[in-house]
């Protein structure tokens, strides 16, 4: 295997980019003409992989998050935020992205995820995971399980809405969202409908619509499943691939709040929120 400076050949440019890849990179240093990420140890670009650093601590909804990797910004262009990212999708293998690392960066990567996963100072009692389009959730899941010794899984309990269902409840809902976003609907119903059009799974795609409006619309909800016995008086640990806008990972605690009655929860991810 080259060396991994072999293979970065050129400079990460705004210019490079293409209209469809407007995103937060997760990786290092990416070529968009051949769609490879590779990681580098500059770490004020896209992930910091140090493995001397602690777990990244944040909050949403009052609940610890607990990141393994810390992000940042590779630029400061705000409207080409979006929520999709190489980094996830070369662990996805989605949108013709792939890594180009060496044996080094993969080892580098695995003993990062297992000294975070080493520090939490919690002993959990389940794992409930998020849905997602790939099987990545559920191969971080079995891993965090093993590393931590957690006795109970819940792979399914969540699911992703179809997005036809999710826009005609949206519409069943008109009056609603015209009272929450006052003068600014017209507009943001253009912004969400396009979002709408771009999506191309059968199930909705939070990536494709604006995060602002986000939390307007419901798109994850449970199967309806009784895993009470695994959750109530329990400590849960809510495994998601990344945290971008917050919204999917709040939806699923308010169902467990709602739902169950937990000793504690706590959101694990691979990625942090961008600050």
Same mark, same amino acid.
């Given at each position: 295997?080259?060396?991994?400076?072999?293979? #970065?050949?050129?400079?990460?440019? $705004?210019?490079?980019?293409?209209?469809?890849?407007?995103?937060?990179?997760?990786?290092?240093?990416?070529?968009?003409?051949?769609?490879?990420?590779?990681?580098?140890?500059?770490?004020?670009?896209?992930?910091?992989?140090?493995?001397?650093?602690?777990?990244?601590?944040?909050?949403?909804?009052?609940?610890?998050?607990?990141?393994?990797?810390?992000?940042?910004?590779?630029?400061?262009?705000?409207?080409?935020?979006?929520?999709?990212?190489?980094?996830?999708?070369?662990?996805?293998? %989605?949108?013709?992205?792939?890594?180009?690392?060496?044996?080094?960066?993969?080892?580098?990567?695995?003993?990062?995820?297992?000294?975070?996963?080493?520090?939490?100072? %919690?002993?959990?009692?389940?794992?409930?995971?998020?849905?997602?389009?790939?099987?990545?959730?559920?191969?971080?899941?079995?891993?965090?399980?093993?590393? $931590?010794?957690?006795?109970?899984?819940?792979?399914?309990?969540?699911?992703?809405?179809?997005?036809?269902?999710?826009?005609?409840?949206?519409?069943?809902?008109?009056?609603?969202?015209?009272?929450?976003?006052?003068?600014?609907?017209?507009?943001?119903?253009?912004?969400?409908?396009?979002?709408?059009?771009?999506?191309?799974?059968?199930?909705?795609?939070?990536?494709?619509?604006?995060?602002?409006?986000?939390?307007?619309?419901?798109?994850?909800?449970?199967?309806?499943?009784?895993?009470?016995?695994?959750?109530?008086?329990?400590?849960?640990? $809510?495994?998601?691939?990344?945290?971008?806008?917050?919204?999917?990972?709040?939806?699923? $605690?308010?169902?467990?709040?709602?739902?169950?009655?937990?000793?504690? #929860?706590?959101?694990?991810?691979?990625?942090?929120?961008?600050?």
């Amino acid at each position: 295997m080259k060396p991994l400076n072999a293979y #970065i050949k050129e400079s990460y440019t $705004l210019s490079s980019i293409h209209d469809d890849d407007m995103f937060i990179v997760e990786g290092i240093d990416i070529n968009t003409e051949n769609r490879t990420v590779s990681l580098t140890d500059n770490h004020s670009r896209g992930v910091d992989f140090s493995l001397l650093n602690n777990p990244v601590y944040d909050k949403i909804d009052d609940v610890d998050i607990i990141s393994i990797f810390k992000r940042t910004k590779l630029y400061d262009t705000e409207n080409r935020q979006r929520d999709g990212n190489p980094f996830i999708y070369a662990l996805k293998n %989605k949108n013709g992205w792939k890594f180009n690392i060496s044996d080094d960066d993969i080892r580098k990567y695995l003993r990062r995820f297992i000294d975070v996963c080493s520090k939490l100072d %919690k002993k959990y009692d389940t794992i409930i995971i998020v849905p997602s389009s790939s099987s990545l959730n559920e191969r971080f899941m079995k891993s965090v399980a093993k590393i $931590l010794n957690v006795p109970n899984n819940i792979e399914n309990y969540f699911v992703k809405l179809n997005a036809d269902d999710v826009f005609d409840s949206l519409v069943d809902d008109m009056n609603m969202l015209r009272e929450e976003l006052g003068d600014n609907f017209n507009e943001a119903w253009e912004k969400i409908k396009q979002g709408f059009r771009k999506m191309k799974s059968k199930y909705f795609e939070a990536k494709c619509v604006p995060k602002e409006y986000l939390k307007y619309i419901k798109y994850i909800d449970d199967n309806g499943e009784n895993v009470s016995d695994m959750i109530n008086d329990k400590n849960v640990l $809510l495994l998601d691939d990344i945290v971008s806008s917050g919204n999917t990972v709040s939806s699923c $605690l308010n169902n467990i709040k709602t739902t169950f009655k937990p000793k504690s #929860i706590t959101v694990l991810t691979l990625l942090s929120k961008v600050k």
